[in-house]
């Protein structure tokens, strides 16, 4: 089998597809929050921006700080640095993720404890959304019915965009994988009970409306910040700065 070879660029733009806005719960690539990327000798620098200065700096260093883990990850990425561009603690950000300081210790007393739950908080967020898209695709298609969902199953689920999107939201929180788990759990793995499908459907389908509606207002004001963004991302053919001055061997 040949193995495909991809460009170091190419390897940097697929690790940073992998950070998510928490909040938004998508990657800050296809959001248009990848300003530039460098590449030179000496190894990589990415530039990130949001869409006002004044986004919550907890989001914004959860950001820097994931797109700095991931890039390190790279095989042969060499010195790692990741700036925040435009933001009005930048320098706080960038300071403390170069120093790996964490977020209490670059926030000091502004930081009222870690990251961690506000993180699974959102994870949570993100489950209870994709697992409503999957139940509202089934339901469209006919097959299963709001009275049979407790019984429905990951193998039940079509393979698809969604179904992939489900399972890497359940493996972030702890959720089984496997074929025979059942969708319809809360996020601790109960089974939810065949009189309360109809409730939770409603409040995953209204914390599934807020994330995208936040995510649309979001590349408004991005693309309204920087002129060369299209508000519609990445999908339209938005695509960071990318510039490769290694000397050539």
């Known amino acids: 089998m040949t193995r495909t070879v991809r460009s170091p660029a190419a390897e940097i733009l697929s690790a940073l597809a992998t950070v998510m806005d928490p909040e938004l719960d998508q990657p800050v690539t296809e959001l248009g ?4 990327v460098a590449i030179d000798d000496d190894g ?3 530039h990130l921006r949001l869409p006002t200065s004044f986004c919550a700096p907890n989001f914004a260093y959860l950001m820097v700080a994931d797109a700095y883990d991931a890039l390190t990850g790279v095989p042969d990425a060499g010195r790692v640095r990741v ?12 300071t403390g993720t170069a120093a790996a300081l964490g977020y209490v210790g670059t926030f000091g007393v502004e930081a009222r404890d870690s990251l961690d739950e506000l993180r699974r908080t959102f994870q949570r967020k993100a489950h209870l959304a994709a697992m409503e898209r999957c139940c ?14 407790p019984l429905l199953e990951l193998f039940d689920l079509p393979e698809g965009a969604l179904k992939s999107a489900l399972m890497r939201r359940r493996e ?5 994988t496997h074929s025979h788990a059942l969708v319809m759990v809360d996020h601790d793995g109960n089974p939810v009970a065949k009189s309360d499908v109809a409730l939770w459907l ?5 914390t599934r409306v807020s994330i995208e509606g936040n995510a649309h207002f979001c590349r408004g004001l991005l ?14 053919g938005f695509a960071p700065v990318i510039t490769d001055s290694r000397s050539q061997s």
């Not at 509202?136 to 969902?149: A, C």
């Open 33 to 36: 929050f990848v300003r530039s």
């Open 44 to 46: 990589v620098e990415v």
């Open 83 to 94: 700036l925040l561009d435009d933001h009005h603690d930048s320098d706080k950000i960038n």
């Open 136 to 149: 509202r695709s089934v339901l469209v298609g006919g097959v299963w019915t709001i009275e049979e969902l």
């Open 172 to 176: 972030a929180i702890g959720l089984p």
């Open 202 to 206: 409603r409040l995953a389908a209204t």
């Open 223 to 236: 693309a309204t910040r920087y002129a060369d963004t299209d508000p519609a991302g990445a999908a339209s």
